[in-house]
């Protein structure tokens, strides 16, 4: 009886990992990438959030309620509160505080209007906000080079 319930704890420990291991294999979607982020940058009497806390879309809501957990059952800020507070929550770019496991390893660039090319990165290098095309040749795009309009965004 022993050994049979070790057994089972055991195969849901394995089915656990492995779909732990699913998650942190997926890599994040153009679309979620683009999904607008904020950060706090001040609090206020009440604030639910600390200073430095991302707020992100709460994943399953019908409107857009934002909070540092994009789980989160209940509470959060609505995206139009947070808009009428810029000295409070400052919009942050698609890669800014970003993972380099979240990037994308296929960018656009809108510099040019007419430029559809696909850009394959080979590596990010998150520190100085830099996508390797090639490493050796020293070829790579700076997140950080152009105004966020015309810069480089996700594609699938």
Known sequence: MVIRSVISMLFIICYLLLNLIKLKIQKMKAQELLIPRFEVIGEYPKCEFLKGELLVRIKYATNDVYHKDEHAPVGGLDLAEIEKFPH???????WEKRKKEDMPMKLISKANSNDTEVIEIEE??????????????????SLLSWKPKYGYFPVD
């Open 124 to 141: 990010w290098d998150m520190d100085i906000m830099v996508g390797w095309i090639d490493k050796a040749a020293r070829s790579c795009c």
């Open 88 to 94: 409070l929550f400052q919009p942050l770019n698609w």
